[in-house]
């Protein structure tokens, strides 16, 4: 055995999809699968990027009925030219059809802990947690989270799982 059968250029072009597969399908499965792979991007970056968040904006506006027409907002845009990731976040938080409120900011041990609370018309609420050293990071966490729990009720109510 040599180093050449270690080769990953040889072998990395076994492994690529074929061309059929390379293109994104529009399904809410699909967007599903872009919000749960930006949560796992978002457990290994050190500090939230503003690169970060557009990824954000950009899955939120393809998953049906939580973004409103005109968003994101101007003030967002001018948050983010400022280069205030936190107060843009926040903002983000805010804006969207789940009306989400900023219930708890805490920081122990080196870990920023945002929790975010969501009341749907009829029921009880819902929390959710994220926990990250970066502040920004963690707000959007909990964000993105929460964005997720948004989906799988609108989705169960439009199957009529859950009563409103």
Not at 96 to 109: D, I, M, P, Q, V
Request: net charge positive; proline share 5%.
């Amino acid at each position: 055995m040599s180093l050449h059968d270690f080769s990953l250029r040889r072998h990395a072009r076994s492994l690529l999809p074929g061309p059929g597969l390379r293109q994104r399908p529009d399904t809410v499965e699909a967007n599903a699968d872009e919000l749960e792979a930006l949560l796992l991007r978002l457990t290994a970056v050190r500090r939230l990027r503003e690169h970060h968040v557009w990824e954000a904006v950009r899955v939120i506006r393809e998953l049906p009925g939580l973004a409103v027409d005109e968003w994101p907002s101007r003030r967002f845009r001018d948050l983010m030219a400022a280069d205030a990731l936190v107060d843009a976040v926040i903002h983000l938080t805010s804006t969207t059809e789940a009306k989400l409120c900023l219930r708890r900011l805490s920081h122990e041990l080196g870990l920023w802990t945002c929790t975010l609370r969501y009341q749907p018309p009829g029921a009880g609420r819902v929390t959710f947690k994220a926990r990250h050293p970066d502040l920004a990071t963690a707000i959007l966490g909990a964000f993105l989270r929460s964005c997720r729990g948004y989906q799988l009720a609108a989705g169960a109510v439009g199957r009529g799982q859950f009563s409103t």
